[in-house]
């Protein structure tokens, strides 16, 4: 059996079609959009949509399950790049809002899906890989503890969420916070992704407060 009959997503084909499906599911939502206007955008037949993906949803499924590969290969790339959880964590912060900064129109794909359709589309993204991202994410702020880099008593997944939540809300936000005053990294997301990551490895309390 060939690679791209064991892989749906596999070749120039699919493709095409995922980014299509990927740039009409975010502008118009998922139930606005014909498997017909997704094979116009790929330049294909609808006939030859079948060929890689049986339905619509499988389609939109596969959408996901690329995004959250991506995801995954930068937190990979990070681990096996860098030394420290420290290091490892300012470069996947990094890496991971350079990839959202990139796909916008993913991203509001997966936020209007949410808003949209709630807890059944929250469901299926964890299960096409950003819970796995998330769970790989925790493990490895869970072996900074065990290894004596990072404090032992935090809750990791609260870690996590806190290093991903900020990079989604300058994400979606940085056209405002510009006119923000004190506000001088919007230009410049390395920047405010090493001050971000370094607040979250620090705290903001005063390791001495006076009395």
Known sequence: MHDAEM???????????LDAAEELFADRGFDAVSMH??????????????????????????????????????LQEAINSHGSVRDILHHFANSHL???LKRPRLVRLVW???LEKGAPRAKELAEQGFGELFGNLVGLIRSGQERGELRAEIDPAVAAILLIAGNV???QHRDTLRHYPEVS?????????????ELLLLGIAAPN???
């Open 7 to 17: 892989d749906p997503t596999a070749g120039d084909g699919s493709r095409r079609i």
């Open 37 to 74: 206007a997704i094979a116009q955008a790929a330049g294909i037949s609808k006939a030859n949509i079948y060929h890689y993906f049986p339905n619509k949803d499988a389609l939109y499924l596969a959408v996901l399950r690329s995004a959250s590969e991506n995801l995954r290969a930068l």
């Open 98 to 100: 350079q990839a959202l």
């Open 112 to 114: 209007r899906e949410i």
């Open 169 to 171: 809300f300058f994400f």
């Open 185 to 197: 990294f919007v230009g410049d997301p390395e920047a405010y992704d090493r001050a971000m990551v």
């Open 209 to 211: 407060p006076p009395s």
